[in-house]
């Protein structure tokens, strides 16, 4: 069986679920509420032809006698099914989802994805964990949208259209990846990043290591009104940048005031999907960059901002880690999920209440979930939230 290493994202998470010897640090995954009456054994059938549609499922992760990571891919996925008839109503649901999320996925006898129908007295819920070694919440998405597809087929008496691995296979990225690093593209990228963070200001979204003890996180959430939505969303477009933009502006400009500094640096997930092939490519893509944020006039600010952005996006690639950083973690990240259709299955997003990251933002449809370390404490988060939101009022007044 060919050997592969690991991607650049990979190699990151293995290394942080190595030394914190969690386990469940990176599982992800979500639930939905399912309206009518699923047939939850044609709905298994679903799940496991579309998880056998994509090659990145079939990862198997082992380590050499030298302790370094490789993964071969099976020939099929392995993953555990389970129907759950004994919860009373949605809350017991809930409850079992978060604690069945936070238990590990990365050990040798476990399989690296868990799949739940859940019936209540109420109603019936869809429920995935994965790990995030084999897919990012992009791809989670793209697998889903296919599961429900192949279901409907089925429920039809269809015979389901499977996509091959030929049109959309995670190793092809694997190969690519290994020649990006001789490139000329790398170097290119690699001059980028170094100018980019030559910088002269102190790395304020920068930090040290965080404890084990510190690990545990927890979660608050921010919803943005209708008004308050239609205001962002036009004043985004009176400035000709994208929601996307506009957010990040919004969130680090927030810490910049909170600090009482002119910039800011902010850890920002792009999808990295480059061509075709990799945009209907369940894998993982995702790639952590530096983004700066300034603080003086808005109409300058949100212009440098953009085109910042879209020099990131040219250069989304490089993996920033290998500049070797006086630092290892960023302080905030944001990760804005707005991509979906609204037709998309994926419900709700789920996450191990463990985080590298002491503070994230998941920016949804304007409906935003900040997991934060513990040893944080509310009442500090509960000053960003305010701050946040203090920003948000000031902008579209």
Known sequence: MEKYSLSFQQEEMWIAEQFYSTGSLFNIGGYCKLDAEINHQIL??????????????????LVDDDGVPYQVF?????????????????????????????SSLLSKENKLIYVATIKTTQTQFYFLKIHHLLSDF??????????????????????????TTQESDYR????VQKEYINSITWLKDKEYWQRE???????LSLSSPINNADFKSNVKYMV?????????????????????????????VTFCEMDASSCYYLGVHFLNRLNRKEK????????????????????????????????????????????????DFYSVIVSFESYQKSEDIYGYTLKSKESVCPITFYIDNHQIQLVYHKSIGEEKINEVISSLWETINRVIC
């Open 280 to 327: 209907n490519n369940p894998g993982l893509f995702t790639n952590s960059l530096p983004i700066k944020i300034s603080n003086s006039e808005f109409k300058k600010d949100i212009f440098d901002l953009s085109k910042r952005v879209r020099q990131a996006f040219r250069h989304q690639q490089f993996p920033i880690r290998k500049l070797s950083l006086s630092t």
């Open 74 to 102: 099976d020939d099929f996925v392995a993953f555990d099914y389970e129907f759950i008839d004994y919860l009373v109503d949605d809350k017991s649901a809930m409850d079992w989802m978060q604690k069945k999320m936070d």
């Open 224 to 252: 943005i009104d209708n008004f308050k939505k239609e205001r962002l969303t036009a004043i985004a477009k009176e400035h000709n940048v994208s929601d996307f933009v506009f957010w990040l502006y919004l969130v680090g």
């Open 172 to 175: 092809d990225y694997l190969i």
């Open 197 to 203: 963070l030559n910088i002269k200001e102190k790395d």
């Open 44 to 61: 298994e059938k679903a799940i496991s032809i579309a998880l056998n549609s994509y090659s990145n499922f079939k990862a198997h992760i």
């Open 138 to 163: 992009f791809g989670v998405k793209i697998m889903l949208n296919k599961m429900m597809t192949v279901y409907q087929q089925l429920i039809e008496n269809i015979n389901p259209a499977i996509f």
